[in-house]
């Protein structure tokens, strides 16, 4: 709690302390460590390089050519930090993107943009797999050691606080503050918010509404009660933000957003993971 101290001395918001403390959302934070592939263990959590799969898995292809590899993420090491017990306790969940062009996931052409793949067995099953084939459309990303920890994540939208304009302002600053990691490789103050679950950090329009009004043929008023009841059925997988150490900018300085509504999530039906991206 002493960072969060800090921070709401920090903004001149220690008077709200209790108040803010009601609306915080607990997610899983992500800082990454350079390091050799070679030196990850087979399994462990990284982004970038290549995928440890097991033999029936294959790069998910998309158009006329493969999704790039984003992320591997291992449920055993992100489960001490789950304090909701959203997660499985173990297996493995990939993430794969067009890096190259980049769709927004609004189309519904843009339905196989994405995937995520979730295996659960003998990690003696898996093999450091190599991409399919090189063309001028490959774009492998530098490889780093992922590591989780606990974050606080806290919304943009919120109700039952009042703040005067001076603190709303002063709110926004420490959100984006307390949201952001310090990585053991960079050092940086101002880190890339990779994280699961929690607060979407929406650049745009709420995340979760988004993904569902574009996922319902735009049948869905923005402002409607269904939509507001539908996101809260839905959460936040994991957040992938623009970061110069992994090479990837997502349009102009954006994040990747891959959501999952609850059900599917309890019953690891990862398949049917949602996805948008959001930029300045």
């Known amino acids: 709690m002493h ?4 921070l709401l001395k920090e903004y001149n918001l220690v008077h709200k302390k209790e108040d803010l403390l009601k609306i915080t959302a607990s997610s ?13 263990p087979i399994g ?9 799969l097991p033999a029936h898995f294959s790069f998910p292809k998309y158009h006329n050519g493969y999704l790039s590899f984003l992320a591997q993420l291992n449920l055993r090491e992100a489960s001490p930090f789950d304090k909701e017990n959203l997660l499985p306790k173990t297996g493995i969940l ?19 943009c994405f995937k995520v793949l979730y295996f659960d067995g003998d990690v003696k099953e898996l093999t450091r797999t190599p991409y399919p084939e090189k063309t001028e459309d490959y774009f492998q990303l530098p490889v ?3 590591m989780f920890n606990e974050l606080l994540s806290f919304p943009e939208e919120f109700s039952g606080i009042v703040l005067n304009e001076e603190e709303l302002d002063n709110y926004f600053d420490f959100r984006g503050s307390m949201m952001q990691q310090v990585e053991r490789y960079s050092g940086s103050i101002a880190s890339p918010m990779h994280y699961m679950f929690g607060e979407p950090f929406a650049i745009q329009n709420n995340v979760f509404e988004e ?8 049948k869905i008023n923005w ?3 269904e939509i507001k009841q539908k996101r809260n059925e839905m959460v936040l997988l994991f957040q992938m933000d623009s970061d110069d150490d992994l090479d ?5 300085v954006g994040i990747l957003y891959f959501c999952i509504d609850k059900n599917d999530l309890q019953s690891k039906q990862f398949d049917k993971a949602k996805f948008t991206l959001q930029c300045h």
């Open 3 to 6: 960072v969060i101290d800090k």
């Open 28 to 40: 899983i934070g992500m800082v990454k460590e350079l390091v050799d592939e070679a030196d990850i």
């Open 44 to 52: 462990h959590s990284k982004f970038g390089g290549l995928p440890d």
């Open 94 to 112: 990939y993430f794969f993107y067009d890096v190259v062009d980049q769709p927004w996931g609004f189309d519904k052409e843009d339905k196989n």
């Open 144 to 146: 780093f050691k992922a």
């Open 211 to 218: 993904i569902i009004y574009y996922d319902n043929d735009e």
């Open 223 to 225: 402002n409607s009660k």
């Open 248 to 252: 990837v900018m997502w349009g102009d």
